[in-house]
């Protein structure tokens, strides 16, 4: 006989039904019901002896043992039947795991010997103090949910039990819901069996922040120094935050590194979590990076997100300065603007720089800015950062030289007069701190290179404005200039234009031009053939000469002269201008005129033959010859000779002494 069989028999004998039987003829009360066997408290498997309600009436002796026998043998069956009662398993999943908001769906599968028909079946779930609070209760006949819970208005049960599967299912999951929910089976037969599930509810947090500290930190603080703050909101559960710098996590510890979180839950059990670091800090960290990285949970696993990176601000002391001429950049010429910067290689509030020199302190900043310097400033400059908390300081210098270049000196100076066919030599130089090129240009055109300018055997061609530059090939734009003016001295010389000989029209306007080579500058007198003088439009000295302009309207031909003269002699040059239509306007004007008259004296002898002139009327016998009559003569005479010529009435030509009879005399 097992041990748990045992007591259960000890209880029995135990009953005081056993023990103490009424006397007989006597009536006793029955005694209440009582718990004999809780085979499995996880399971509620329980066992209990009912005697029946009501008064138990005495008996004879005979009939008590008669009724104990009887119970004895009752006893022994149900010992012996002990082992056919129902055996209910239940199957749940350890976890179910859901988003906030979402819809939980807890499975209860079970099996039982007795059939899973006609099941009990009832779900709980566990308060946070340990308290089952049932939810749910179905049986045969009903199917009844609890009011008054959190889960009233959000659970639905499906499933009647007949299948050996219920599903318990919670709309709109919030983070208090997660809880253990338990699922109780009560077979036929009193077998009981219930299985447990932790629901598990997680909710993706807000992207987290990260605000580094704006002011600056420096390197001599004793404690950690506050970096800055990571926050991350409304997780569930609670996100973790890890510190990191350059990709590497830091680790707290208690003199350099200190990270204090902090946590807020809100009335739906969201969790916010804050992340204070500090630290001590090097000179390295000027260009270290700090972020932070969350981790939170979701169904199934973890996931990571991080914030934005950020840089710090990092004070510390210099250790050495640096002093240099920002600008220009190369070599420095008079006339330029310059820049000296100072620095040093800390990064320190308390330290100022001021720039000196020969003890001279020209600045009390770390930049100096020098207008149109000249060679004067040339020198050497000094940079001291003092640190105003040790009073340390560290000072460098620097050497600035400014280049440059003087005015440009002529032999001979500005003018020069030679004759013609002398030569000369002419020479240009300016001082300067670097190497020299020098050209010569005459009109824009360089003729000669160096510093020395030869002219030889001299003419008018020579004369004239040279220029001499001298520039730094090493420094852009650095150069310097000077002028000679070289006249040529001797008789005028007239330049021969290209026409001499012009064709104009009638009353047109001609401009002559008369350019003069000479030194003096000559004298111009313009005149005609006839010996009239032409007024001057335009005169202008030169370098070389004169050049002198005279406008002539043309009426015939004509014959301009220009008349140059200085001390040493004169120069003339003719424009003969030639005058085209003129001459044949007029031969034109005397043919039409010639051919008038002759119109004329035919009209007139018509007449007279008719007799309508002269008196005459109808036939009149005349008293000169008839040969003298019928001849009416034209006398023709030319501008160029003296030759006249008669014609006829007839067109015939007659000898100027055959001349008979009336005759009409036409001249020009």
């Known amino acids: 006989m097992s041990r748990s069989h045992r007591h259960f028999l000890q209880d029995l004998l135990s009953l005081p039904l056993l023990h103490h039987l009424p006397p007989r003829g006597c009536t006793a009360a029955a005694p209440a019901s009582r718990t004999v066997f809780q085979q499995d408290q996880s399971l509620s498997h329980s066992l209990s002896y009912k005697p029946q309600h009501g008064q138990l009436q005495c008996r004879p002796t005979t009939m008590a043992a008669r009724d104990t026998a009887s119970l004895l043998v009752g006893l022994l069956v149900l010992f012996h039947t002990w082992g056919v009662w129902a055996n209910v398993e239940v199957n749940m999943e350890d976890r179910v795991e859901v988003f906030m908001g979402d819809t939980a769906q807890i499975t209860c599968m079970f099996t039982s010997s007795d059939g899973v028909g006609g099941m009990v079946i009832q779900w709980f779930y566990v308060k946070p103090s340990g308290e089952k609070q049932k939810i749910y209760y179905q049986d045969t006949t009903m199917k009844v949910v609890d009011r008054g819970t959190q889960f009233t208005e959000?659970?639905?049960?499906?499933?009647?039990?007949?299948?050996?599967?219920?599903?318990?299912?919670?709309?709109?999951?919030?983070?208090?819901?997660?809880?253990?929910?338990?699922?109780?089976?009560?077979?036929?037969t009193d077998g009981t069996g219930e299985g447990r599930t932790k629901l598990k509810v997680f909710e993706t947090p807000e992207r987290p922040t990260i605000e580094g500290v704006q002011t600056g930190i420096s390197v001599n603080e004793d404690s950690p120094s506050k970096i800055g703050v990571c926050e991350v909101k409304n997780g569930f559960p609670k996100p973790n935050i890890t510190w990191y710098r350059n990709n590497t996590p830091l680790r707290a510890d208690q003199d350099v590194v200190k990270v204090v979180p902090s946590i807020t839950t809100d009335s739906n059990k969201l969790v916010s979590v804050r992340s204070e670091l500090s630290m001590k800090v090097t000179k390295e960290d000027k260009d270290n990076l700090f972020y932070c990285e969350i981790t939170y949970f979701v169904p199934g696993g973890t996931r990571?997100?991080?914030?934005?990176?950020?840089?710090?601000?990092?004070?510390?002391?210099?250790?050495?300065?640096?002093?240099?001429?920002?600008?220009?950049?190369?070599?420095?010429?008079?006339?330029?603007?310059?820049?000296?910067?100072?620095?040093?290689?800390?990064?320190?509030?308390?330290?100022?720089?001021?720039?000196?020199?020969?003890?001279?302190?020209?600045?009390?900043?770390?930049?100096?800015?020098?207008?149109?310097?000249?060679?004067?400033?040339?020198?050497?400059?000094?940079?001291?950062?003092?640190?105003?908390?040790?009073f340390e300081e560290i000072s460098e210098n620097t050497t600035v030289f400014v280049n440059y270049l003087d005015p440009a000196v002529l032999v001979p100076e500005d003018t020069v007069v030679v004759d013609q066919g002398e030569e000369l030599t002419a020479t240009c130089n300016a001082l300067s701190s670097l190497q020299t090129q020098t050209v010569w240009i005459k009109n824009g055109v360089k003729i000669s290179v160096g510093h020395s300018l030869s002219l030889k055997n001299n003419t008018f061609e020579t004369a004239g404005t040279y220029m001499c530059v001298v520039t730094v090939p090493e420094i852009e734009g650095m150069e310097t200039n000077g002028t000679l003016t070289v006249y040529v001295q001797g008789r005028p010389y007239i330049l021969t234009p290209e026409y001499t000989e012009i064709e104009a029209s009638y009353e047109e306007t001609v401009n002559l031009n008369c350019d003069v080579r000479g030194f003096p500058a000559p004298s111009i007198i313009w005149t005609t053939s006839d010996g009239k003088n032409l007024e001057t439009t335009s005169q202008m000295k030169t370098e070389e000469g004169v050049t002198s302009?005279?406008?002539?309207?043309?009426?015939?031909?004509?014959?301009?002269?220009?008349?140059?003269?200085?001390?040493?002699?004169?120069?003339?040059?003719?424009?003969?201008?030639?005058?085209?239509?003129?001459?044949?306007f007029i031969i034109a004007v005397i043919i039409i005129c010639i051919l008038l008259l002759a119109i004329l004296g035919s009209v007139l002898y018509f007449l007279y033959k008719k007799g309508k002139i002269c008196g005459r009327s109808g036939k009149q016998d005349l008293t000169k010859d008839k040969s003298s009559k019928d001849n009416i003569v034209v006398e023709m005479k030319s501008d160029n000779t003296e030759e006249a010529v008669l014609l006829g009435v007839n067109g015939e030509k007659q000898p100027p002494n055959d001349q008979s009879g009336e005759y009409l005399d036409v001249q020009k």
């Open 154 to 188: 959000r659970m639905n049960v499906n499933g009647t039990g007949a299948t050996g599967e219920i599903v318990l299912t919670i709309s709109d999951v919030q983070p208090v819901d997660e809880l253990e929910f338990i699922c109780l089976i009560k077979g036929l």
């Open 549 to 584: 302009v005279v406008s002539v309207t043309v009426t015939n031909d004509i014959t301009a002269f220009c008349n140059a003269s200085n001390e040493f002699g004169t120069d003339v040059l003719a424009f003969n201008i030639t005058a085209t239509g003129s001459r044949g």
């Open 304 to 390: 990571m997100t991080e914030t934005n990176r950020i840089n710090i601000t990092v004070y510390y002391p210099s250790t050495a300065v640096s002093v240099w001429v920002e600008s220009p950049k190369g070599k420095i010429k008079e006339g330029d603007s310059i820049e000296i910067h100072c620095q040093g290689n800390g990064n320190m509030p308390s330290s100022f720089f001021k720039i000196s020199k020969k003890d001279s302190d020209l600045v009390d900043s770390n930049v100096l800015v020098m207008d149109n310097v000249t060679r004067h400033q040339s020198g050497v400059y000094k940079c001291t950062s003092t640190d105003t908390d040790t």
